[in-house]
C-alpha cells in the first residue's frame, strides 16, 4: 500500500544520532497519541535508525530517482510533517517537498503541512525571513521546540495557534523506560565528550571560532586527565563520512592522549547510544544531542554554545549559570575544579530546574495537535 497517514521529512539518514532520535520520538508519539502507524520517512530506507516502531523509507533505493519518488509520495499522505530540528530558516528552492505540498495545497489538494519540535530561524537574509514568513502562514499547524522560536512565530498573526512545545529528544527516557540509578561510587570515572566541526563547513564564518573551541577543549581533557582517574568516552555523534565529528575526534585524541579512552562510533540504534550516555558520569559536549541526552538522563553536562540552539536550550531548560562554557569563554583551570567537585561530591551539581517541565512540554508535539 503506498498511501501513507503521514510523510514526515527532516535531515533523517546522514548518520547523525540527534536526527535518528527524531525518528525514533515520531514514529513512537505517531502511534501512541495519534493512532497512526502507516508513516514514511523521507530517507533511504537503509540508512534510517533502529526504531522501537518500525519506519518506511524511499520506495526503492535507484540511484537519481529521490525526486521522481517524493513527487509520487506527497500526492498519495494525509500529512506532511517537519519533525524535529533546525528546519525553518531560508528560503526553499522549487523542488523541495514542503514547496510541493504547498504548491498542492494551494492547487486544492487536502494535504495538511505543519511541523513538530522544530526551530525557526536564524535567518541569514530578509528575503529567507521573507519565505519563512509566508511558508508559516499557509501551513496548518506548527509545535517549536525553543522560547525563541515561539516569541518569534507568535508575533506573526499565523491562522492557527502555534505550541511552544520542546526537543522531541526529551521524550527518549520515556521511550526507552529509562530511570535514573543511585549515583554509585566509581574510583575511575567517566566522562563522555562530544566535539563536531561547525565554522569550518562554511567559509561565510569565522573559523577562528573553531579554533578556540577546539583548543579550550583539548586543554580541558589534558588537565582533567592529570587531575584524576578518569576514562574519557569520545561519542562521534555524527558519523557522516564529509561533515561528521570523527575526523575532529581523532585529531583531539591525538593532541591530548588521554592516558584512558574509548570511541564510541557513530550506531543507527539511538537507544544504545542513549544508554552510554546515561552511564557517563559526566558530559562534556559540543554537539546539542550530546548535551540533551545527558540532561533528560539527569548527568551532570556542559555545553559548548556554538548555535544560538545551543544557547536557547539551556536557557529552556533551566541550566545554572556557574556551569556554562558559553561559545568557549571560560576559565580551564577553574572548569576542572568545578568538574571535579561535581564527580566526586554529592551536592556538586544542580539539576536544571526545569528538565521535568520540559519532558511535559515535549508531549505537547502530539498531545496539542489533533489528526
Same mark, same amino acid.
Given at each position: 500500500m503506498l498511501h501513507s497517514d503521514i510523510l514526515f521529512t527532516g535531515f533523517y539518514g546522514y548518520k547523525n544520532t540527534g536526527d535518528d532520535a527524531f525518528v525514533e520520538v515520531c514514529s513512537w508519539g505517531a502511534k501512541k497519541y495519534w493512532q497512526k502507524s502507516n508513516l514514511r520517512f523521507l530517507a533511504k530506507k537503509e540508512n534510517?535508525?533502529? #526504531?522501537?516502531?518500525?519506519?518506511?523509507?524511499?520506495? /526503492?533505493?535507484?540511484?537519481?530517482?529521490?525526486?521522481f519518488q517524493r513527487q509520487f509520495l506527497i500526492r498519495r499522505t494525509d500529512y506532511l510533517i517537519s519533525g524535529g530540528g533546525s528546519t525553518i530558516h531560508s528560503k526553499m528552492k522549487a523542488d523541495n517537498i514542503k514547496n510541493q505540498a504547498l504548491q498542492l495545497k494551494r492547487k486544492g489538494s487536502k494535504i495538511k503541512i505543519g511541523g513538530i519540535g522544530v526551530s525557526v530561524g536564524p535567518f541569514k537574509s530578509i528575503?529567507?525571513? $521573507?519565505?519563512?514568513?509566508?511558508?508559516?502562514?499557509?501551513? +496548518? /499547524?506548527?509545535?517549536?521546540? +525553543?522560547? /525563541?522560536?515561539?516569541?518569534?512565530?507568535?508575533?506573526l498573526d499565523l491562522p492557527y495557534k502555534p505550541i511552544n512545545a520542546f526537543d522531541l529528544a526529551a521524550l527518549l527516557p520515556e521511550i526507552y523506560n529509562y530511570r535514573k540509578k543511585n549515583k554509585e561510587y566509581k574510583s575511575r570515572k567517566t566522562i563522555g565528550i562530544s566535539v563536531c566541526p561547525y565554522e569550518s563547513l562554511n567559509s561565510k564564518l569565522d573559523i577562528n571560532n573553531e579554533f578556540k573551541r577546539n583548543r579550550l577543549i583539548k586543554e580541558l581533557i589534558k588537565k582533567l586527565d592529570k587531575?584524576? +582517574? !578518569?576514562?574519557? $568516552?569520545?561519542?562521534? @555523534?555524527?558519523? %557522516?563520512?564529509?561533515?561528521?565529528?570523527?575526523?575532529? #575526534?581523532?585529531? #583531539?585524541? +591525538? =593532541?591530548?592522549?588521554?592516558?584512558?579512552?574509548?570511541?564510541? %562510533? !557513530?550506531? $543507527?540504534?539511538?537507544? =544504545?547510544?542513549? =544508554?552510554?550516555?546515561?552511564?557517563?558520569? /559526566?558530559? @562534556?559536549? #559540543?554537539?546539542? %544531542?550530546a548535551a540533551i541526552f545527558a540532561c533528560f538522563a539527569r548527568i551532570p553536562f556542559m555545553l559548548n554554545e556554538y548555535h544560538r540552539k545551543c544557547t536557547d536550550f539551556l536557557n529552556t531548560v533551566g541550566y545554572k549559570d556557574q556551569y556554562r562554557l558559553f561559545d568557549s569563554n571560560y576559565n580551564v583551570n577553574e572548569k576542572v575544579e568545578q568538574i571535579s567537585n561535581i564527580l566526586y561530591s554529592s551536592d556538586g551539581y544542580i539539576v536544571p530546574d526545569k528538565v521535568e517541565e520540559m519532558e511535559r512540554l515535549a508531549k505537547l508535539n502530539f498531545t496539542a495537535i489533533t489528526l
Open positions: 534510517l535508525p533502529n #526504531t522501537i516502531i518500525p519506519v518506511k523509507g524511499d520506495l /526503492f533505493n535507484f540511484p537519481r530517482t529521490s525526486r528575503e529567507d525571513e $521573507k519565505a519563512v514568513v509566508d511558508y508559516l502562514k499557509n501551513i +496548518d /499547524f506548527l509545535a517549536v521546540r +525553543d522560547q /525563541f522560536s515561539y516569541d518569534y512565530v507568535s508575533s587531575s584524576g +582517574d !578518569y576514562l574519557f $568516552k569520545f561519542y562521534i @555523534i555524527n558519523g %557522516h563520512e564529509r561533515i561528521g565529528d570523527l575526523k575532529l #575526534t581523532l585529531e #583531539t585524541i +591525538d =593532541e591530548t592522549s588521554p592516558r584512558n579512552y574509548l570511541i564510541s %562510533h !557513530y550506531s $543507527k540504534n539511538t537507544q =544504545e547510544v542513549w =544508554e552510554s550516555i546515561a552511564k557517563c558520569d /559526566f558530559v @562534556i559536549s #559540543t554537539r546539542l %544531542h
